[in-house]
């Protein structure tokens, strides 16, 4: 079964402290994995996908296929990266191309 | 402002009523979605259009229909039949082909009394 598991519900760091948002996937292929965030009154967006090996606004994350793990990292936490945070994956086969996600994770960056 | 449109942004409904929540997207994007988001729950899909006159049943779509007859609109009805109906709609698209970034609406809250 194709499933997204974010173990932290509430991740709470102070300012200038490395933050990991936690993210494990199950699915028997090769999936593509995603980062959604949505800040304070804001819609749902986009933060970065693993094909594209980018970093946005300091966060990266790589695709561990032996864990099965596509965590979010950034060295120093910002006040302004205070948001609810998604792991999304989206499988490949069938018509769908549906994104699966996990149950969020919120971050709060203590001043 | 282009992009996806949701209204209302609040909705109250009574028990026992359908309720029809609106989505419209100028992106021309193929495919549109309905999620439902709750504390704890994270967005689970409801329905799915990969194009006009189609569309496809998510993980939760008991209680709920769609219809798609134009490319830039997605409505949603919340009908008596869903069991517990309050909770944070949100629509997103996305083009078909490309990259699979899928855009969100704002959101519309359904309160039921």
């Known amino acids: 079964a194709q499933r997204v598991t974010q173990p932290e519900k509430l991740l709470s760091v102070f300012k200038g402290a490395p933050v990991e948002l936690k993210c494990n996937y199950s699915?028997?292929?090769?999936?593509?994995l995603f980062w959604y965030v949505q800040y304070s009154r804001q819609r749902l967006q986009l933060l970065l996908r693993?094909?594209s090996r980018e970093s946005i606004k300091g966060f990266t994350a790589d695709l561990n296929k032996g864990e099965t793990s596509f965590h979010l990292k950034k060295p120093f936490a910002q006040e302004e990266d205070s948001a609810m945070y998604y792991c999304a994956l989206r499988g490949y086969g069938g018509a769908t191309n549906k994104l699966i996600f996990g149950t969020g994770t919120l971050l709060a960056v203590q001043p | 402002d282009g992009g996806i449109t949701q209204s209302p942004k609040y909705l109250f409904r009574k028990e026992g009523q359908n309720v029809t929540l609106s989505c419209e997207q100028n992106?021309?994007?193929?495919?549109m979605y309905w999620y439902r988001q709750d504390p704890g729950q994270g967005l689970r899909l409801i329905y799915y259009s990969q194009i006009v006159n189609d569309f496809q049943k998510g993980d939760i779509a008991e209680g709920y229909s769609v219809s798609r007859e134009k490319k830039e609109s997605f409505p949603l009805t919340v009908t008596s039949a869903q069991k517990n109906p309050t909770a944070f709609y949100l629509c997103?698209?996305?083009?078909?082909?490309?990259?699979?970034?899928?855009?969100f609406g704002p959101g519309t809250r359904l309160t039921v009394l």
């Open positions: 699915y028997s292929g090769s999936p593509e």
């Open positions: 693993h094909i």
């Open positions: 992106l021309n994007h193929d495919a």
């Open positions: 997103a698209s996305r083009m078909r082909g490309g990259l699979d970034e899928q855009f």
